[in-house]
């Protein structure tokens, strides 16, 4: 008979347990999901040319390629809740606007911008990444380990990378409408 009130007592107070740690997340998710949804774009697929000129190692190098930008639906995160989701892909098929590979354990690559700047659906002051690079970092088993910006001093430094001239196609003046 005690057995039975002590394993009752650990259940009820697993269950609070439970509880206070989950119950803020149920109701933040249910608030997320109970909220209006964000308006559609009218434009919800773009096509950017555009072509990077740099220096590696005092040779002129040019890359040309397309960006393409395509709405992808509505998202919900805790930190901005329900939004417009945006993806962006290169038409080449590559993955990166790649500069430099070394040995396939890190990548210098410059990083065009977010595919909501280009879609008309930025509400804020688009700073480019342009002069300066990113990187990815893998470890021995391919697993991305770390993703960060170079500044253009030191890019040049380090790897004789200079960028020279970034061009792309003009944003889209976008609509947003209600279904």
Same mark, same amino acid.
């Given at each position: 008979?005690?057995?039975?009130?002590?394993?009752?007592?650990?259940?009820?107070?697993?269950?609070?347990?439970?509880?206070?740690?989950?119950?803020?997340?149920?109701?933040?998710?249910?608030?997320?999901?109970?909220?209006?949804?964000?308006?559609?774009?009218?434009?919800?697929?773009?096509?950017?040319?555009?072509?990077?000129?740099?220096?590696?190692?005092? !040779?002129?190098?040019?890359?040309?390629? $397309?960006?393409?930008?395509?709405?992808? @639906?509505?998202?919900?995160?805790?930190?901005? @809740?329900?939004? =417009?989701?945006?993806?962006? =892909?290169?038409?080449?098929?590559?993955?990166?606007?790649?500069?430099?590979?070394?040995?396939?354990?890190?990548?210098?690559?410059?990083?065009?911008? %977010?595919? =909501?700047?280009?879609?008309? %659906?930025?509400?804020?002051?688009?700073?480019?990444?342009?002069?300066?690079? =990113?990187?990815?970092?893998?470890? !021995?088993?391919?697993?991305?380990?770390?993703?960060?910006?170079?500044?253009? %001093?030191?890019?040049?430094?380090?790897?004789?990378?200079?960028?020279?001239?970034?061009?792309?196609?003009?944003? $889209?003046?976008?609509?947003?409408?209600?279904?």
């Amino acid at each position: 008979m005690i057995k039975n009130k002590i394993f009752i007592v650990i259940i009820i107070i697993v269950v609070i347990i439970l509880l206070c740690a989950t119950l803020p997340w149920l109701v933040l998710w249910c608030g997320l999901y109970l909220s209006p949804n964000p308006s559609e774009p009218i434009i919800k697929y773009e096509e950017f040319p555009f072509e990077l000129v740099y220096e590696l190692n005092g !040779d002129k190098k040019y890359i040309s390629d $397309v960006l393409v930008c395509e709405y992808e @639906g509505i998202g919900i995160s805790e930190n901005v @809740g329900k939004h =417009r989701k945006w993806s962006s =892909r290169f038409l080449s098929g590559n993955e990166y606007i790649e500069l430099l590979n070394i040995n396939d354990k890190m990548i210098v690559y410059y990083n065009p911008g %977010d595919p =909501r700047y280009y879609m008309g %659906d930025y509400n804020g002051e688009f700073v480019s990444d342009f002069p300066n690079c =990113r990187y990815v970092k893998y470890n !021995d088993k391919g697993n991305l380990v770390e993703d960060g910006i170079i500044n253009a %001093d030191e890019i040049y430094l380090k790897y004789s990378i200079k960028l020279l001239s970034w061009n792309i196609g003009s944003p $889209v003046k976008n609509s947003f409408t209600n279904k």
